[in-house]
């Protein structure tokens, strides 16, 4: 009984070092693909000597702290809305769910939405977006906010990895770029330290 005891705490053990290792290594992917992004003229929002000198994103150092697994709960019969953008526009959405989770013993929610004109297209139709602020925003990050991508939960969880959160493309270049505004209800009061950092170059 005792050996069977210890095989089980020895492959425990293993597994979560091997989750470990494929979240990380997802996250490294994330970060690569977002910096080949902005590298590229032809996607990139940067402009002028802004691209000319880029050569890639500050990131907070990876901490799976921040890669939580939230309750989530689907919002029945949704209302589509204007949510308003940087340039005084609007961009119709809908609110998908509700995502509960816990950081440093703390609760938080957050409301997760759909944009009603990409889930339109095959490609984005599992599509969801996450906006939010935090205590960082304004110092380490920009000063409107970040975004997550997060697609459809099969089930009453869904994976939050704030390693994986981004500053909208207005942070970079609000000329050209129309982005939405992070919905008050979405403001963490805490900092969360992952994913995008902010360079003051960009700051306008």
């Known amino acids: 009984m005792k050996k069977l005891s210890l095989l089980f705490i020895i492959f425990s053990w293993f597994l979560n070092a091997q989750t470990k290792k494929e979240n ?62 940087s340039s005084g526009k609007f961009q119709s959405y809908q609110e998908f769910g509700k995502a509960m989770f816990e950081i440093d013993g ?46 459809i939960p099969k089930g009453d969880e869904i994976v939050l990895d704030f390693n994986q959160s981004y500053q909208p493309y207005c942070a970079y270049n609000a000329f050209d770029y129309n982005c939405p505004i992070v919905p008050e209800n979405n403001k963490l009061p805490v900092k969360i330290l992952a994913g995008v950092m902010y360079e003051d170059v960009y700051h306008h």
């Not at 290594?25 to 802004?50: A, H, V």
């Not at 095959?122 to 304004?138: I, M």
């Open 24 to 85: 990380i290594e997802t996250i490294k992917k994330f970060q690569k693909e977002l910096n080949d992004e902005y590298l590229n003229p032809k996607e990139s929002p940067l402009r002028g000597d802004n691209l000319k000198n880029f050569k890639k994103h500050p990131f907070f150092p990876i901490d799976l702290k921040y890669r939580v697994t939230a309750k989530f709960v689907k919002t029945e019969n949704p209302v589509p809305f204007e949510l308003p953008t």
């Open 106 to 151: 703390k609760n938080y929610e957050l409301t997760i939405y759909q944009n009603l004109r990409l889930i339109q297209m095959e490609k984005y139709k599992d599509h969801l977006f996450l906006p939010f602020r935090d205590e960082t925003n304004g110092k380490e990050t920009y000063g409107g906010g970040k975004y997550m991508d997060l697609k």
